[in-house]
């Protein structure tokens, strides 16, 4: 990670070295955060934040659900965002909004702990590596299963929630996979440690439904916008681990994952072993909107 130079914090905009919490922060105990990722992208037509809007619903929405007030209007956070960014001289940036539960409280009960705001930004290139992009990844199914319902809830963004994902990537680089995809508690397809999955067989396109132990990602629902347009069918489904292992085509999708392809699961080659025809066809088409600035669908916010 490249460090940048300032971190906005509680209104202010510190230095990297001084963004500090207290040890005994609620957080730290407890994985009382949420949080988002969201990226901005140096286009053509200049600095754009993708999907800005989203993400900050998503983050009150996962706040809410944690009964976390945000101490701040959604206009004053993107306002923080964009002085963040500028104030580090970003071009294109990932941008890492944080709410947490500070100091006040050492029980459980987090009732009487502070709420805190962070936002940093640094340089972050492609996530899981620049050629894989072309080439794609290999991946595994994990032997850990993802959240079950009425547990932790998958719909916010949590701090605790990947707990379960750091798991699911441990064990899959152990064995020199890069990544692993979560099955749910009843065995269907639900997603990676930190993506969501796409699996095209007979040119139709299934992904998990929102509901199944997935976080609803921003650019899941983008890539399914897309698609639809293009004509492909896409069915919100629950998809059968069988179903990985005889796909033609596999994708990962996240705003840091951006369209991944994968080109083999569990050591079954995925269709050719290289990225599927309508993986590039979507792919090519989101690099339209975030590299040249195309963007029909109003999703960029130049800043
Ligand atoms: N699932 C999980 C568990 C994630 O962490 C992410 C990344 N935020 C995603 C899916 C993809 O979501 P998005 O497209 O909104 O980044």
Known sequence: MNKSEKIWMNGELVNWHDAKIHILSHVIHYGSSTFEGIRCYDTDKGSAILFFDEHIKRLYQSSKIYRMEIPYSEQELKDAIIATIKANGHKACYIRPLVKRGQGALGVNPALASIEVAIATWEWGSYLGEEVLENGVDVCVSSWARLAPNTLPTWAKAGGNYLNSQLIKMEALMDNYAEGIGLDVHGYVAEGSGENIFVIRDGIIYTPMSGQSILPGITRNAVIHIARELGYEVQE??????????????????????????????????????????????????????????????WLTFI
């Open 237 to 298: 489904t629950l998809i059968p681990r069988e179903a990985l292992y005889i796909a033609d085509e596999v994708f990962l999708t996240g705003t840091a994952a951006e369209i991944t392809p994968v080109r083999s699961i569990d050591k079954y080659a995925v269709g050719d072993e290289k990225r599927g025809p309508i993986t590039e066809l979507l792919q090519s088409k989101y690099l339209d909107i975030v590299k040249k600035g195309t963007d029909p669908y109003n």
